[in-house]
């Protein structure tokens, strides 16, 4: 199957521990650089729906600036009782130096 | 059944043979006076009562009366660099978050929002906020503690804005450690801290990292935990494997005030139990083919030149002089700093200071852990173990992320963390391994309590006349 990726940022626009925003089709994606690696998951919070731009990454670990909810980038997982729904990860390459993401799901990460 | 020596004072008789202050001192170098000065003291020889380890009373006495009463590091530095960083620590049935503030200092505040008491940040979360907001209502408070936000504000005429302020507990800083204390009455930490910073002046906490945490629940009393590491005279029947490289019996048990302990205890010197004499260059490849710890064991071989061969013991020298300097070189090159300043001892000693009630810190290059032993939540039968491996910062001053906890269960072993040396994780397992039978033991016995050797574990004494001190507070 083919897959349609939208090319959103340059890789040097997101420096390890950065993430930003983005809207694609009525999807709210974060697109992050947890330590060298990019990541794209849902930028809405499993628990009460804010949004997890800027929140701290350390370790693979997103945690919401809300409340503090912390999630797997890699596969979406959260932690602890705030935490039982997963975020939703998305497919993303880099092609060019540029990060790409489609709005199909990441191939399955097993954690 | 021999008898004791009767002519000497209780505490008085040692292990024959070299003392450990005697064979740092033939090292020839420059060990810091205090590591040759024993400090011990005869401080009595009662047993310990088996139900200070099991009952539900003597919990609830420690949480009330140690707990909430004693300076206890809740974090590292490290965990909350910037603005708005916190970090859930928790204590029994006590939840606290702690803060750096945008001016830099360090907050701590009961997690629990002065509203309808939720929780401000999940338990065991970390993370960065621009806020303190409860899930709940969504109440808010600066990083500084001031209310900023009630929803519905025309609900709460009865607010006083000034008197909803987060309260904050005491929190204090040594060697990167972040230290907090629920007792506004409690004495600076600097008086508890002892001789704790003196003795580390030239060993700097701060400046390593948390490069590995590694974090076990234990089937046994939080105090029973602790003090399987507070001495080495399991080490012949619990870690027979390593007696060639170890001096056990001959460590040196050494206590400062109420709150400070120490032993030495020598690497590259064979048991005194051993009756067969060894070469040096024999201890020498005894060490080289251990994995004694992190990082080094499977290096020590591996990165000699296979040319030069195994490594030799040069003639007039030892074993001890030549591992250090093995080490000096090999972990300098791994961590970019320069050790050669470093002596003998300081380089591979175990070297374990314990400061009350719950932490053990080492400060010799071979050894960069910390202890830390919590009990878990309200249970007087479990304990939650921090294994930390702090590692010096690289000279281009880049700090990494400190380590995220790797959990391990009651059953799990040591060797299921990823990348820990084998070595090392088979004397964890057989130092954990062992709780749970003390732990049943002590249900067991007739007798009531536990009889201590008065050298070798006077450490252990120390710590219960500390803590029957703060339980008559």
Redesign the interface.
């Known amino acids: 199957m083919d897959q349609t990726f939208h090319p959103l940022l340059d890789c040097a626009e997101l420096p390890p521990g950065a993430s930003k925003g983005f809207r694609i089709d009525g999807h709210d994606i974060l697109v992050g650089n947890a330590a060298g690696e990019f990541f794209a998951v849902q930028n809405r919070c499993t628990h009460q729906n804010a949004p997890l731009e800027g929140g701290r990454i350390r370790n693979g670990l997103i945690a919401c600036p809300m409340h503090g909810v912390m999630f797997d980038v890699r596969t979406g997982c959260g932690r602890g009782q705030m935490g039982r729904v997963p975020l939703r990860v998305y497919a993303l390459r880099v092609i060019d130096g540029r990060i790409e993401v489609s709005l199909d799901a990441a191939p399955a990460t097993t954690a | 059944m021999n008898t004791p020596c009767e002519a000497i004072q209780p505490g008085a008789a040692r292990c024959p043979g070299p003392s450990t202050a005697d064979i740092i001192r033939a090292d020839g170098d420059h060990a810091p006076a205090h590591l040759t000065t024993p400090n011990y003291r005869f401080i009595g020889d009662e047993d310990i009562d088996f139900a200070r380890y099991t009952t539900r009373e003597f919990f609830e006495q420690e949480k009330q009366k140690l707990w909430l009463k004693v300076w206890q590091w809740a974090c590292r530095e490290e965990d909350i660099p910037e603005a708005g960083?916190?970090f859930?620590y928790e204590i029994t049935d006590r939840s606290v978050i702690i803060v750096r503030t945008a001016d830099g200092t360090i907050k701590a505040y009961p997690n629990s929002c002065l509203h309808r008491g939720t929780q401000l940040?999940?338990?065991?979360?970390?993370?960065?906020?621009?806020n303190l907001?409860c899930?709940f209502h969504g109440f808010t408070w600066s990083l500084e503690g001031a209310l900023t936000e009630v929803p519905c504000r025309w609900d709460f005429p009865h607010i006083d804005d000034e008197r909803f302020r987060l309260p904050a507990l005491r929190v204090e800083t040594w060697g990167g450690f972040v230290f907090i204390n629920f007792d506004d009455q409690a004495p600076p930490l600097a008086e508890h801290l002892g001789i704790l910073p003196e003795h580390f002046a030239n060993w700097d906490l701060s400046a390593k990292f948390t490069a590995r945490h590694v974090r076990k629940l234990l089937p046994a009393n939080w105090k029973a935990c602790l003090e399987a590491f507070l001495e080495s005279y399991h080490v012949l029947e619990t870690h027979p494997q390593g007696v060639a490289t170890v001096g056990d019996a001959n460590s040196q048990y050494d206590i400062y005030g109420d709150t400070v302990s120490r032993f030495v205890h020598l690497v590259g010197y064979p048991s005194p139990h051993l009756e067969q004499h060894f070469s040096e260059q024999q201890i020498l490849d005894a060490l080289m083919a251990e994995g004694v710890v992190e990082g080094v064991g499977e290096g020590i071989g591996g990165d000699a030149d296979p040319a030069a061969g195994r490594l030799r013991v040069p003639e007039g020298g030892t074993a001890r002089q030549t591992f250090a300097r093995h080490l000096q070189g090999m972990l300098g090159t791994a961590y970019g700093k320069d050790f050669s300043h470093l002596s003998v001892t300081e380089t591979i000693d175990a070297i374990e200071y314990a400061l009350f009630p719950n932490t053990c810190l080492f400060p010799s290059l071979l050894f960069p852990m910390v202890y830390r032993f919590r009990p878990n939540g309200n249970d007087p039968d479990t304990c939650i173990f921090d294994l930390l491996f702090l590692q010096p910062l690289p000279d281009s001053g880049e700090r990494p992320?400190p380590?995220?906890p790797f959990e391990l269960d009651i059953e799990q072993s040591f060797h299921e963390v990823p990348g820990f040396d084998p070595g090392l994780a088979t004397i964890y397992d057989q130092d954990t391994g062992n709780l749970i039978g003390q732990q049943r033991g002590f249900k067991s016995s007739t007798k009531h309590g536990e009889t201590l050797g008065n050298y070798q574990e006077v450490r252990i004494r120390q710590l219960h006349r500390t803590l029957d001190a703060f339980l008559r507070r």
Request: glycine share 12%.
């Open positions: 960083d916190y859930v940040k999940p338990a065991g979360s970390a993370g960065r906020s621009k907001r899930p992320d380590a995220e």
